[in-house]
């Protein structure tokens, strides 16, 4: 029993940690961690995810709210079309097998580490003069949208949070600087990971006490996140993670293709 709450409020702190310095990279561990260390099904440990995701990025948000790098406008757009899409992935997610699931997954981890790596090197300290960060013309709503829109599908069917598409997105298409960027998605991955949420609620599939526990320790791994953020240069925090993710990817690429292809592991 204490191996267990150790294990959860361990897991908690690496999601709380990873997502505060990255702006994404806590989604991606969640589900793993929740599957392989802790032994939770597919299926329960997507809601749980969504949930820990969420407040844990509000926390965030709280803690970074008189930096001025939170552009709430923009978040609040990005999720509106995003929470639609969310209700739709989480709709879809119950219909799918768990290994199909976690080898598509996979997957998506490593077009996430490739996108997180790439973004790395994207050094913009102010907005550029076509950004929508600091005013939104017709263009940028469309954009926004769209792109909010295919965030919140991924982030329902996954049970991710989405920010590994949310701050490359931010940062390249939209001119955000980055660390604005990192910190507008916050608000963002918590915003579209409701409308997931309440998709999964549906089927009841929650289990709170664990969800609590997690959310205990990814509130001291978000504080850890959000101070390592602002000593720590971005390009390496990213570029750190993508090759914890690519780690990720490789093990549940290999794990459940084989369960999914021939034989078993």
């Not at 290994?99 to 490739?114: D, K, P, Q, R, Y």
């Not at 769209?146 to 919140?152: Q, R």
């Not at 980055?178 to 409701?194: D, G, K, N, P, Q």
């Amino acid at each position: 029993m204490e191996t267990h709450l150790a294990l959860a409020i361990g897991s908690g702190a690496v999601i709380g940690l990873a997502l505060g310095a990255t702006g994404g990279g806590g989604s991606l561990l969640a589900i793993p961690l929740l599957v392989y260390v802790l032994g939770v099904k597919v299926q329960s440990a997507a809601a749980i995810s969504l949930v820990v995701v969420a407040v844990s990025a509000l926390l965030g948000v709280y803690q970074r709210r008189e930096s001025g790098e939170v552009k709430v406008k923009a978040a609040l757009i990005f999720s509106a079309a995003g929470a639609v899409g969310a209700w739709g992935g989480a709709y879809g997610h119950r219909f799918v097998r768990e290994e199909t699931a976690l080898f598509l997954f996979s997957l998506l981890v490593i077009v996430a580490a490739w996108q997180m790596w790439r973004q790395s090197d994207y050094r913009l300290e102010r907005a550029s003069a076509e950004s929508c960060a600091e005013q939104f013309p017709r263009s940028c709503w469309i954009k926004v949208s769209l792109i909010g829109a295919v965030v919140g599908l991924l982030t329902g069917f996954f049970g991710v949070g989405g920010g590994f598409v949310i701050v490359p997105a931010l940062a390249l298409v939209l001119g955000f600087p980055m660390r604005m960027a990192v910190s507008t998605s916050l608000l963002i991955i918590a915003l579209v990971a409701v409308g997931g949420l309440v998709g999964h609620l549906q089927t009841g599939q929650m289990d709170w006490l664990l969800a609590g526990l997690l959310l205990l320790g990814s509130a001291l791994g978000m504080t850890g996140g959000s101070w390592t953020i602002q000593r720590v240069s971005v390009p390496t925090l990213t570029k750190s993670f993508a090759v914890v993710a690519i780690g990720v990817a490789i093990v549940l690429f290999i794990h459940n293709g084989m369960k999914l292809f021939g034989g078993n592991v």
